[in-house]
């Protein structure tokens, strides 16, 4: 299973036990959890690396989550996102994204990681539709999420209890299917700057056959002059 993605200046990877210390500063960030999962359960360092090594040994099919750490190429880790609530029947997964540092927020990297996350979850996943919650008072993330190109299906009022301020919250639900996915010109144009290629497209598997295969020789040839 394909676990990681690269675009022009990201990669997103399985985040794994080493990601222990990143994670709980951004999970204890009140700023960042109140917009990336409230009434988060309290962790220690070592029970979140063990987390991350029993789901890094585990299939994200079967236990139906995967969880990606998004890096810079400059900056190093600057992200989380993860396809979670996986149903195999109906072949769909919730989507969640939250960047760590609010200078990081407006400058195009949740576009370029929901990209690349969107690519693997359609294109390697072969999911049907993919779905995302927005917090009512994350304005900013719900005008992103329809500006990119998901569809708002509907509001959950007062759907969600937030602990630490003891009040009900309404959810907004945005949903992108494989179909949109592939028919939006927005997307396809995001991919292109910020990724380098059409993720909006089926990946090309080319198999060998005795038509395409070079002559053995030439491969040979080829190994023999590079060692020289």
Do not use: C
């Amino acid at each position: 299973m394909i676990l990681s993605n690269e675009g022009n200046s990201l990669l997103v990877r399985q985040t794994e036990p080493e990601d222990a210390p990143i994670l709980l500063r951004a999970y204890e960030d009140d700023s960042f959890i109140h917009l990336y999962r409230s009434n988060n359960v309290e962790q220690t360092e070592e029970e979140l690396a063990e987390l991350l090594a029993e789901r890094a040994g585990s299939d994200p099919a079967e236990i139906g989550y995967v969880e990606f750490m998004i890096e810079h190429d400059q900056h190093g880790p600057v992200g989380v996102a993860a396809l979670g609530d996986y149903s195999p029947l109906h072949q769909r997964a919730e989507y969640l994204i939250g960047i760590f540092g609010e200078q990081h927020r407006s400058i195009g990297y949740g576009t370029e990681a929901t990209l690349l996350v969107l690519d693997l979850a359609f294109n390697a996943y072969h999911l049907h539709k993919v779905y995302s919650y927005i917090y009512e008072y994350n304005k900013f993330a719900q005008k992103n999420i329809v500006k990119f190109g998901f569809k708002h299906e509907g509001t959950l009022i007062e759907h969600h209890y937030l602990l630490g301020e003891k009040r009900f919250v309404s959810l907004h639900i945005n949903g992108m299917t494989e179909e949109r996915f592939r028919n939006t010109e927005q997307i396809r144009r995001y991919s292109w700057r910020l990724v380098g290629r059409d993720v909006t497209q089926p990946r090309q598997i080319i198999k060998l056959t005795l038509d395409n295969q070079l002559p053995k020789e030439t491969g040979t040839n080829f190994l023999e002059e590079w060692l020289a």
